[in-house]
Structure formats: structure tokens, C-alpha cells
């Protein structure tokens, strides 16, 4: 059964090529949904998939690709659709 996680992600995570990684990982794991950049320097991310899928790139998303720091997680309401058309950067 399809599952969806919206995610505030915190720390050093613009412009160390986070939303691409996050999005070459969700699309390997079969993962839709998006990624997008905030005005407060945090990433957004909304995704869909099985609960497998889903914990693997929760897990991913804690320390991100080489360059990031990631500081935390902040789960965010569900009332947000995710992109159900593959992965995409926002």
C-alpha cells in the first residue's frame, strides 16, 4: 500500500546539490513526489511510495549527499499531494 511523508529538511542543504541526489534516490527506490528549495534555506520534500521505499529514503534524507549537513527532520501535515508522475525538483 502507497504511503506519503512531507518533510522539512534543516542544516546545510542548498546549494550542495541536495534536491538532485534526493531525487536520483527517490527515483532508484521507485519513489514519486518532489523536492523543492525554501526561502528559510530548508528543503521540502513530499513522497509517495511503498513503506519500504519510503524509510529507506527517510533514513537517506538524515545525512544526504557529500557536502550537506543535515540538522533534522521535521515532519510536516500530509495535506499536501504529492507529484504521482515520477520524481521531480521543484
Same mark, same amino acid.
Given at each position: 500500500?502507497? @504511503?506519503? &511523508?512531507?518533510?522539512?529538511?534543516?542544516? =546545510? =542543504?542548498?546549494?550542495?546539490?541536495?534536491?538532485?541526489?534526493?531525487?536520483?534516490?527517490?527515483?532508484?527506490?521507485? =519513489?514519486? !513526489?518532489?523536492?523543492? +528549495?525554501?526561502?528559510?534555506? $530548508?528543503?521540502?520534500?513530499?513522497? @509517495?511510495?511503498? *513503506?519500504?521505499?519510503?524509510? @529507506?529514503? @527517510? +533514513?537517506?534524507?538524515?545525512?544526504?549527499?557529500?557536502?550537506?549537513?543535515?540538522?533534522?527532520?521535521?515532519?510536516?501535515? +500530509? !495535506? &499536501?499531494?504529492? $507529484?504521482? *508522475?515520477?520524481?521531480? &525538483?521543484?
Amino acid at each position: 500500500m502507497s @504511503q506519503t &511523508i512531507h518533510l522539512m529538511v534543516s542544516g =546545510v =542543504v542548498q546549494g550542495v546539490g541536495f534536491r538532485a541526489a534526493t531525487c536520483e534516490r527517490a527515483q532508484a527506490l521507485g =519513489v514519486t !513526489g518532489w523536492v523543492a +528549495n525554501r526561502a528559510d534555506g $530548508n528543503v521540502e520534500v513530499c513522497a @509517495q511510495g511503498d *513503506d519500504a521505499a519510503l524509510t @529507506q529514503l @527517510q +533514513n537517506w534524507l538524515t545525512t544526504g549527499p557529500p557536502g550537506a549537513r543535515v540538522d533534522g527532520l521535521t515532519p510536516l501535515e +500530509n !495535506g &499536501i499531494s504529492p $507529484n504521482t *508522475d515520477g520524481f521531480k &525538483i521543484r
